[in-house]
């Protein structure tokens, strides 16, 4: 077990983001492939904890994901615009699709 370290802790949740861990020499996940994934039987849990601000209550979200369901040389697409107004657009028909990204394995680019 091991906890990846994220490029940051401190997340609105406002609007749509994407919580990322740098792939470094450091991280656990560092050259590994799907099938190195797979073989090892990785499976990895998400844990979205806050305060409502308006309740002052505790929420928690969940997500567990397994090595197939990891997609290798994809990013998410950027689903928030600013229109001519300057008023943030979210458009909530993309917020589940990605983009190819061209690394395949878990490196860093150089």
Do not use: W
């Not at 308006?54 to 990891?70: D, F, H, I, N, P």
């Not at 950027?78 to 878990?106: K, P, S």
């Amino acid at each position: 077990v091991a906890q990846l370290e994220l490029e940051t802790r401190e997340i609105f949740l406002l609007l749509p983001c994407t919580v990322v861990h740098p792939i470094t020499p450091r991280s656990p996940l560092y050259g590994k492939t799907d099938e190195d994934l797979a073989r090892m039987h990785v499976e990895f849990v998400c844990l979205i904890e806050g305060t409502t601000p308006s309740t002052g209550m505790l929420v928690q979200a969940r997500k567990s994901y397994v090595a197939g369901e990891v997609m290798f040389e994809r990013r998410f697409v950027h689903c928030i615009t600013l229109d001519q107004e300057g008023d943030y657009q979210v458009h909530l028909d993309m917020i589940n699709e990605t983009e190819r990204d061209g690394m395949g394995v878990f490196d860093v680019q150089e």
